[in-house]
């Protein structure tokens, strides 16, 4: 019997606690990370896991059919498959960025909260295409617009990367708001699929992260003018995007670093076993990448207790002092989980460097290499620096 067989067989979803339910779907996608890893395949069991436990809906509010879970508890859900497969938790943060999203600005729309419910109750798989050939990684500016005539809208857009576009049941698409507007007057609109064609123009072969199937892609789409979000998106990405990106992907960091320093530590210990009375080489090591860890647990559970604090509030959530905080989250994050796999390998030695060992790290230190470059750290920092020029130093330790 499968992993996903056996999964099917146990008792619905809502029977099970949303912690119960993030194990199982991780032992799933651990059974198949390494061959999603070496095929650069789209992680189909662990998605497919993740509906049948009913977790691409968490977010969606109770009123409309979800669990109304917290960004914290779906940043532990994105950590506990981090810890399996790094592209399957991936692919689950990025749904819920996007899910945080109409979460946060769609409920007001008779539309996009029927959208949510459908999500819940069809376990749809969102995704992104807020990059484009021209501008890169800067999703505050747009090329392409919308055009909408009547009741109907059209979008073409040159995504240089939808991450598994191919395999989205839909996908949230920013563009400039008309064809007149400037690049940074920008909506975002849904798309489901049916509704929009993908010509695919490059292929996803990557260091690391190969599962997350992230092609670049034209997108042309037609669907109503009421699929476009009624906020501008300047709002959606200061109030719901910025920080649920870099708390979710530092979740998934956390992830990794989390599994590299458990094969470390159980390296250590299988050496202290054959020589109890003397200090494993790779103790000290050990000992630091332990450090290291901590730190990262720590700023990432303070940056969603700082959501968590501001989230009602959307003076706050666009304040400069909450986009430093976030932006710090994120670059810090990005180094550390860099820093523990790097430990983890100096641990384990040439038994970490091969492939297919119990103290493998390599897939571990290939995806972490994408930490710093989603969205590039250079960009974040000189969005930082610019912010620091006018901002007033907090020097409180407690506040």
Same mark, same amino acid.
């Given at each position: ?41 789209? @992680? ?11 977790? !691409? ?40 960025? =996007?899910?945080?999203? !109409? ?22 798989? *969102?995704? #992104? ?9 800067? !999703?505050? +500016? ?14 073409? =857009? ?10 989205? /049941?839909?996908? *949230? ?5 008309? @064809? ?21 123009? %490059? ?10 199937? #992230? ?58 076993? =054959?020589? @109890? ?6 103790? &000290?090591? *050990?000992?630091?990448?332990? #450090? ?21 509030? @959307?003076?706050?959530? #666009? ?7 976030? +932006? +710090? ?25 091969? %492939? ?10 290939? /995806? ?8 590039? %750290? /250079?960009?974040?920092?000189? %969005?930082?620096? +610019?912010?620091? &020029? ?10």
């Amino acid at each position: 019997m499968s992993a996903i067989e056996r999964i099917d067989a146990k008792a619905p979803a809502q029977t099970e606690s949303l912690s119960e339910r993030a194990r199982e779907v991780a032992a799933v996608a651990a059974a198949h990370a390494d061959d999603v890893d070496r095929k650069a395949r789209f @992680p189909h069991e662990a998605i497919a896991a993740m509906k049948v436990k009913g977790l !691409l809906g968490i977010m969606v509010p109770a009123a409309l059919g979800g669990e109304g879970a917290s960004l914290a508890e779906v940043a532990e859900v994105t950590s506990a498959i981090g810890q399996a497969c790094a592209a399957s938790g991936m692919i689950f943060a990025m749904h819920q960025i =996007k899910m945080s999203s !109409l979460v946060s600005h769609g409920v007001e729309s008779a539309w996009h909260s029927e959208f949510m419910s459908r999500v819940a109750r069809e376990q749809l798989l *969102l995704a #992104s295409a807020t990059t484009e050939a021209g501008i890169g990684g800067d !999703l505050r +500016n747009s090329i392409c617009a919308v055009e909408v005539e009547g009741d109907k809208a059209r979008l073409e =857009k040159a995504a240089t990367v939808i991450s598994y576009g191919s395999h989205a /049941d839909a996908i *949230l698409a920013t563009s400039r708001r008309h @064809p007149d507007a400037p690049s940074s007057d920008q909506v975002m609109t849904v798309l489901v699929k049916g509704q929009y064609d993908l010509e695919k123009t %490059n292929d996803w072969d990557t260091l690391g992260m190969r599962g997350t199937c #992230s092609d670049g892609f034209m997108l042309r789409g037609e669907v109503a003018a009421e699929q476009i979000f009624p906020k501008p998106f300047a709002e959606i990405a200061a109030q719901s995007m910025l920080a649920t990106s870099h708390l979710l992907w530092a979740s998934l960091w956390h992830g990794i670093a989390v599994d590299a320093f458990a094969r470390a530590q159980s390296f250590v210990r299988a050496a202290a076993r =054959k020589q @109890p009375s003397a200090t494993p080489p790779g103790a &000290l090591r *050990l000992a630091e990448a332990g #450090s290291v860890l901590q730190a990262m647990r720590s700023g990432i559970r303070s940056g969603l207790e700082r959501f968590e604090a501001a989230k009602a509030d @959307p003076d706050v959530l #666009s304040s400069m002092g909450f986009a430093v905080a976030m +932006n +710090n989250v994120k670059v810090a994050a990005s180094e550390q989980v860099l820093a523990v796999v790097d430990q983890a390998l100096l641990v384990t030695g040439i038994l970490g460097y091969k %492939n297919g060992t119990p103290y493998s790290v390599g897939r571990h230190l290939r /995806d972490a290499h994408s930490a710093r470059l989603m969205i590039s %750290n /250079d960009r974040i920092l000189a %969005n930082t620096s +610019n912010l620091l &020029l006018v901002q007033r130093q907090d020097a409180s330790l407690l506040r």
